[in-house]
């Protein structure tokens, strides 16, 4: 067969091969994992073996370099495409920790924003309230847990604080605290988002009045040293765990075009999603928590330009994470 006749009868297939790989490539740039070609994937790995036949038949004719040249790249890039070592587990996760998850949470704004109210309010308001109306503590904490609280942070307590020996047990129970609360903050919002409610506004208040009450009478230094470092991510993964609690009930009280079971599991499989991000930050909130926070060696003035940068740091992640790429999470609105 002369070579003309040759490309004219394959030039078709090779130019959707070349289409196919051009589409793969652009997919992976914009970390978008549909095939819009005219060649589905199913078929590529018998495309790959005719294209070995086809070069191997070219330079046993004798073809010119042009045309065994063209086929030598095409079986290059799809060797590089069928037989690439898989991206690592870590490289994955961690691509979702730096952009996938705050671009999912910027996804969820509405929900993320009323969470931050229902905490951030009765924090702030409760916390300001007790300089002026002392007494309400006893409303929302029982007398033995004020108690305990001021013995705890006495500024001329000579044991604020604990020696380095008991950090790794500490770090175990922060993780199960935070994680536990952070679950519960999230699984609550299955009664139609009351439950994250709840527990949204309840927290707002215990911690604004154990804020507000020991600010009062003194303990404030203690306190604020103490909470300002690891509450970046605590805090923070708090209100998201909220968040993704209140969209998981309002899937079901306003599912749109959406069946109420369609609409649950989407909005369960971002909960989910989102989830996994809080239980990252709730893990690195333990450790500050556990071998930094609780040191009480270290300066106040020193914990507080620490806090500054973490928390700087948080808000930054959450408000410019991922915004290079394909905001692929906006379809999950």
């Given at each position: 067969?002369?070579?003309?006749?040759?490309?004219?009868?394959?030039?078709?297939?090779?130019?959707?091969?070349?289409d196919?790989?051009?589409?793969?490539?652009?997919?992976?740039?914009?970390?978008?994992?549909?095939?819009?070609?005219?060649?589905?994937?199913?078929?590529?790995?018998?495309?790959y073996?005719?294209?070995?036949?086809?070069?191997?038949?070219?330079?046993?004719?004798?073809?010119?370099?042009?045309?065994?040249?063209?086929?030598?790249?095409?079986?290059?890039?799809?060797?590089?495409?069928?037989?690439?070592?898989?991206?690592?587990?870590?490289?994955?996760?961690?691509?979702?920790l730096?952009?996938?998850?705050?671009?999912?949470?910027?996804?969820?704004?509405?929900?993320?924003?009323?969470?931050?109210?229902?905490f951030?309010?009765?924090?702030?308001?409760?916390?300001?309230?007790?300089?002026?109306?002392?007494?309400?503590?006893?409303?929302?904490?029982?007398?033995?847990?004020?108690?305990?609280?001021?013995?705890?942070?006495?500024?001329?307590?000579?044991?604020?604080?604990r020696?380095?020996?008991?950090?790794?047990?500490?770090?175990?129970?922060?993780?199960?605290?935070n994680?536990?609360?952070?679950?519960?903050?999230?699984?609550?919002?299955?009664?139609?988002?009351?439950?994250?409610?709840?527990?949204?506004?309840?927290?707002?208040?215990?911690?604004?009045?154990?804020?507000?009450?020991?600010?009062?009478?003194?303990?404030?230094?203690?306190?604020?040293?103490?909470?300002?470092?690891?509450?970046?991510?605590?805090?923070?993964?708090?209100?998201?765990?909220?968040?993704?609690?209140?969209?998981?009930?309002?899937?079901?009280?306003?599912?749109?075009?959406?069946?109420?079971?369609?609409?649950?599991?989407?909005?369960?499989?971002?909960?989910?999603?989102?989830?996994?991000?809080?239980?990252?930050?709730?893990?690195?909130?333990?450790?500050?928590?556990?071998?930094?926070?609780?040191?009480?060696?270290?300066?106040?003035?020193?914990?507080?330009?620490?806090?500054?940068?973490?928390?700087?740091?948080?808000?930054?992640?959450?408000?410019?994470?991922?915004?290079?790429?394909?905001?692929?999470?906006?379809?999950?609105?």
């Amino acid at each position: 067969m002369r070579q003309e006749q040759f490309v004219a009868r394959h030039q078709r297939e090779w130019q959707e091969l070349e289409d196919w790989l051009r589409t793969r490539a652009d997919a992976r740039r914009a970390q978008d994992t549909r095939n819009t070609g005219a060649l589905g994937d199913e078929a590529m790995p018998q495309r790959y073996r005719r294209i070995a036949q086809q070069l191997s038949l070219a330079r046993r004719r004798g073809y010119s370099a042009q045309v065994t040249g063209r086929l030598q790249t095409l079986m290059e890039q799809g060797h590089q495409v069928l037989y690439r070592t898989p991206p690592l587990r870590w490289r994955t996760a961690l691509e979702f920790l730096m952009a996938g998850f705050p671009r999912l949470v910027r996804s969820q704004a509405r929900c993320m924003w009323v969470a931050l109210a229902l905490f951030g309010v009765p924090l702030v308001g409760m916390t300001v309230l007790l300089q002026f109306r002392p007494e309400l503590i006893h409303a929302l904490m029982d007398p033995r847990m004020v108690a305990a609280m001021e013995r705890m942070y006495d500024p001329s307590n000579p044991r604020i604080g604990r020696d380095s020996g008991s950090d790794w047990m500490m770090f175990g129970v922060y993780i199960r605290n935070n994680i536990g609360i952070g679950l519960q903050t999230f699984a609550s919002g299955l009664v139609v988002g009351v439950g994250s409610l709840v527990v949204l506004v309840s927290n707002g208040l215990t911690i604004g009045a154990l804020f507000g009450h020991l600010t009062r009478i003194g303990s404030g230094g203690p306190l604020w040293s103490f909470v300002c470092g690891h509450g970046a991510f605590e805090l923070t993964a708090l209100v998201i765990a909220g968040g993704a609690g209140l969209q998981l009930g309002l899937s079901w009280l306003a599912p749109g075009r959406r069946t109420r079971g369609q609409a649950l599991v989407q909005a369960g499989a971002i909960g989910a999603r989102l989830c996994l991000g809080v239980a990252f930050m709730l893990l690195v909130a333990a450790f500050i928590e556990a071998f930094w926070s609780s040191v009480a060696s270290i300066p106040h003035p020193v914990k507080y330009a620490v806090a500054a940068v973490l928390w700087t740091g948080v808000i930054v992640w959450l408000w410019r994470g991922g915004r290079g790429g394909v905001e692929r999470d906006r379809d999950a609105r």
